[in-house]
T-cell receptor
Framework: EADIYQTPRYLVIGTGKKITLECSQT?????MYWYQQDPGMELHLIHY???????EKGDLSSESTVSRIRTEHFPLTLESARPSHTSQYLC?????????????FGAGSRLTVL | AQKITQTQPGMFVQEKEAVTLDCTYD???????LFWYKQPSSGEMIFLIY??????QNATEGRYSLNFQKARKSANLVISASQLGDSAMYFC????????????FGSGTQLTVLP
């Protein structure tokens, strides 16, 4: 059973629409992340958060924004979607395990912008 | 800057045989961690195994083992006794100690297990 939940799993929308991808985790992790992944390609970090009211941009520039008002919730918003935003978005949170900071991922949100 | 290289875009293996997925990395930081994740067609990323740069022994987790060769900067994943359910994309990733940006991922290897 997943401990990190992403909704929607699939979304097809038109250009110019505002969208929010939801991510929630029940593990009490302080650190949360958003990665963007094009089909068959590597993951690129676009946002991360070390805790409530803490958000930073990742390595890949993104027009999306995030917020972290509650520990368990880390939504990603696109104010005006474009076809170039078509991708999979993976949310993750992290824990310490045997010295490693292991990321637990959600199932992903596949976004298609027409 | 950190970099992960996976040179095998696709691999095939017969069921019940072992397979090695290659991963090389580049970092100047002496303290780092190496991870392998599995991504089935459903899209989620599943953590498989971790190796710390100071770990003396190669990591093992069930049928997964990590062949860590520090001097060569390689961290190959070995899957023993392959199963049909192992067919997936496999990503190698690295985290440098103190990095605020968490994991750097390789481009992945698509493994197909043949019956």
């Amino acid at each position: 059973e997943a401990d990190i939940y992403q909704t929607p799993r699939y979304l097809v929308i038109g250009t110019g629409k505002k969208i929010t991808l939801e991510c929630s985790q029940t593990m009490g992790h302080d650190k949360m992340y958003w990665y963007q992944q094009d089909p068959g390609m590597e993951l690129h970090l676009i946002h991360y958060s070390y805790g409530v009211n803490s958000t930073e941009k990742g390595d890949l520039s993104s027009e999306s924004t995030v917020s972290r008002i509650r520990t368990e919730h880390f939504p990603l918003t696109l104010e005006s979607a474009r076809p170039s935003h078509t991708s999979q978005y993976l949310c993750a949170s992290s824990r310490q395990k045997s010295g490693a900071n292991v990321l637990t991922f959600g199932a992903g949100s596949r976004l298609t912008v027409l | 800057a950190q970099k992960i290289t996976q040179t095998q875009p696709g691999m095939f293996v017969q069921e019940k045989e072992a397979v090695t997925l290659d991963c090389t990395y580049d970092t100047s930081d002496p303290s780092y961690g190496l991870f392998w994740y599995k991504q089935p067609s459903s899209g989620e990323m599943i953590f498989l195994i971790y190796q710390g740069s100071y770990d003396q022994q190669n990591a093992t987790e069930g049928r997964y083992s990590l062949n860590f060769q520090k001097a060569r900067k390689s961290a190959n994943l070995v899957i023993s006794a392959s199963q049909l359910g192992d067919s997936a994309m496999y990503f190698c990733a690295m985290r440098v100690s103190g990095s605020a940006r968490q994991l750097t991922f390789g481009s992945g290897t698509q493994l197909t297990v043949l019956p």
